[in-house]
């Protein structure tokens, strides 16, 4: 199982996504999220195959589609958080910190 956690910055909203997958094709998702824009995602974002997700074009995935009839801000990292966990669940990438540090 993967687990990945999302602080997503100045709006304060935190996410929890656990990703699982028994046969490394099919992920499993569970997340819950402080976000009430992306809170109606979490019980429609069960399962996905992490081929179509994890090789689809930026944006293109049904991640994104699905989270793109919430999700208000262009910058939100969760959609791809999701992504990186399948990724980790289904064995196609090794689990590392994905870090975006802003400064002024």
Avoid: W
């Avoid at 976000?35 to 429609?44: A, D, M």
């Amino acid at each position: 199982m993967a687990e990945v956690k999302v602080f997503s910055g100045i709006c304060g909203f935190n996410t929890s996504v656990k990703v699982e997958s028994k046969n490394m094709r099919d992920a499993q998702i569970e997340f819950q999220t402080e976000c009430p824009n992306l809170k109606p995602l979490e019980p429609e974002l069960k399962e996905v195959k992490a081929f179509v997700e994890c090789f689809a074009k930026v944006g293109d995935s049904p991640v994104f589609q699905m989270a793109r009839k919430y999700c208000k801000h262009a910058a939100c990292p969760v959609p791809t958080a999701i992504i990186k966990g399948v990724e980790v669940a289904c064995g196609l990438a090794l689990p590392k910190d994905a870090v975006i540090k802003i400064s002024k």
